[in-house]
C-alpha cells in the first residue's frame, strides 16, 4: 500500500506509473478519502498552453494536483488565443490551436507529472462559451481575469491568484484595474497584497509553499570548492539576466577558473568570448543537479511576485547572490540567508557574488541558515488554506 508520502509526490510531480497506481490503491482503502466532506469542483484558468516549465504555471498546477489527490474535481483551461495582438496574430492563434490539439502540444505533461484526476481543457479563446461548470473558478493572469469577469455564474465563485505585478505585459493602469474586478483576490506575498491595498481592494495572502521533494540537496555545500555560478536567463529586462551576465563578465578576470552556468526556456545569452554552460529547458533532474553543482546561484530580477528559482537553489544548497526585491523579502534577509543588492545595480551583485565564492566561513554560514529557512516553507498548509477559502466562499 502506499504511503503518504508517495501520495504527496503527485503534488511534486515526481511520481512513475508504477508510484501513481500504488497511490490510487492507497487512496481507494483509506478510510474517508472518497467523499471528504466539502469537496468542490474546482476550474483553474491560465493564460495558454503550458509547454515549458515556468514558476507561475508550475504553482497552479500544483494546486490542482493537490486538490485532484483529494479527491476534488479539478479542471485547468489553457486558450490558445486569451486576447490582444495584432489580428495576423489572432489568426495564427487560432492555427496553432488546432495544430497542438492533434499533436497535443498545449501540455504541461511534457515537464511535469499531471495527476489523473486533473482534466486539461485546452480551448481556443477564454469566451464564456468556454466556461466550465464548476463550484470555483481561478484565473491566474491579467486576461483570465479580464475573462473570468464576463464568464457565467455557472462557472462558479470567481477568484483571482495574484502571482505577479504583469508590468511587463500590460500598464499599470490595467494590470490594477483587473485587481478591481468582482473576482475575490488571492496573492503570493505580502508586497502584492499591499498594491492590490493601493488599488483599493483586499487579497488574502496565500504564501507559495516549496517543492521538497522535486529540490533538495545531494552535494553537501561543503565539498562546493570550485567557484561555479548559476543564474536563469530570460529575454525580458524584467528578468535582470543581463545584470548576471554583466557580473560575471567582470568576475571572469578576476576569479581563477571561475565556470558560468546558466540554463532557461529561451535561446542561450549572448556572451562574447566568455564561455557560459547554457541548459535549456532543463528537464526537473537536470534543473536539481545543476543546482547541487553551483557554488553560488543568482536571482537578478527586478521584479517578482516570489522567486521560486532562488528558493530551489536554497533548497539545493546553494549560496545566493539576489535582488532585493518585494517577492524575495517573502524569504531572504540580507546577510541571513543570502546576499541582497539593489535591482540593477551590477556592481552591487558582482561584489557580493565575489564575497560568496572568496569567503566561505559567510557562504556556508547563511547556505545552512536558509536550508532551515526553506524547510519551513511547506506546501501542505498552503492547500489547506486554498480549500478552506474556497469552501467558505465558493458555491455551497
Known amino acids: 500500500m502506499a504511503s503518504r508520502t508517495e501520495e504527496a509526490r503527485y503534488v511534486s510531480g515526481a511520481l512513475s506509473n508504477r508510484d501513481r497506481l500504488a497511490a490510487s490503491v492507497w487512496r481507494s482503502a483509506a478510510p474517508g478519502r472518497q467523499g471528504r466532506r466539502c469537496a468542490m469542483k474546482v476550474t483553474f484558468v491560465l493564460p495558454g498552453a503550458s509547454r515549458v516549465p515556468a514558476g507561475g504555471p508550475r504553482m497552479v498546477l500544483r494546486y490542482a494536483n493537490a486538490l485532484a489527490a483529494d479527491g476534488w474535481p479539478v479542471t485547468v483551461v489553457m486558450p490558445a488565443d486569451a486576447g490582444g495582438g495584432s489580428p495576423w496574430q489572432r489568426v495564427m492563434r487560432r492555427g496553432r490551436y488546432w495544430l497542438w490539439l492533434c499533436t497535443r502540444g498545449f501540455t504541461p505533461r511534457r515537464w511535469m507529472e499531471i495527476h489523473p484526476r486533473v482534466q486539461l481543457r485546452w480551448v481556443p479563446d477564454l469566451g464564456p462559451r468556454r466556461a466550465p461548470v464548476a463550484d470555483a473558478v481561478i484565473a491566474t493572469a491579467v486576461r483570465t481575469a479580464e475573462a473570468v469577469a464576463n464568464w457565467p455564474s455557472c462557472a462558479g465563485q470567481k477568484f483571482y491568484f495574484v502571482q505577479g505585478y504583469e508590468t511587463w505585459d500590460f500598464p499599470a493602469a490595467r494590470v490594477e484595474d483587473s485587481w478591481r474586478l468582482p473576482l475575490r483576490k488571492l496573492a503570493v506575498s505580502r508586497w502584492l497584497c499591499d498594491l492590490i491595498a493601493a488599488a483599493g481592494e483586499q487579497a488574502v495572502h496565500l504564501p507559495n509553499g516549496l517543492d521538497h521533494e522535486a529540490f533538495g540537496l545531494d552535494r553537501p555545500p561543503e565539498a562546493r570548492r570550485d567557484p561555479v555560478v548559476l543564474w536563469p536567463h530570460h529575454r525580458r529586462p524584467q528578468k535582470g539576466s543581463a545584470d548576471a551576465l554583466a557580473a560575471a563578465t567582470a568576475l571572469a578576470a578576476i576569479v581563477p577558473g571561475l565556470q558560468l552556468q546558466a540554463y532557461g526556456t529561451e535561446p542561450g545569452p549572448r556572451a562574447g568570448n566568455l564561455r557560459v554552460n547554457y541548459v535549456r529547458n532543463p528537464p526537473q533532474a537536470v534543473l536539481r543537479a545543476l543546482y547541487n553543482q553551483a557554488t553560488v546561484a543568482v536571482a537578478p530580477s527586478h521584479s517578482e511576485g516570489w522567486g521560486l528559482p532562488a528558493c530551489e537553489a536554497l533548497q539545493c544548497g546553494c549560496a545566493l547572490a539576489a535582488s532585493d ?39 556556508l554560514r547563511l547556505v545552512r541558515q536558509a536550508l532551515a529557512d526553506m524547510a519551513g516553507l511547506r506546501f501542505e498548509p498552503a492547500v489547506e488554506r486554498l480549500k478552506r477559502i474556497l469552501q467558505e466562499e465558493g458555491r455551497p
Open 325 to 363: 526585491v518585494g517577492g524575495h523579502r517573502e524569504f531572504l534577509q540580507h546577510d541571513h540567508n543570502a546576499l541582497l543588492h539593489a535591482p540593477g545595480d551590477v556592481a552591487a551583485l558582482r561584489e557580493n557574488i565575489h564575497r560568496l565564492l572568496t569567503d566561505a566561513p559567510l557562504r
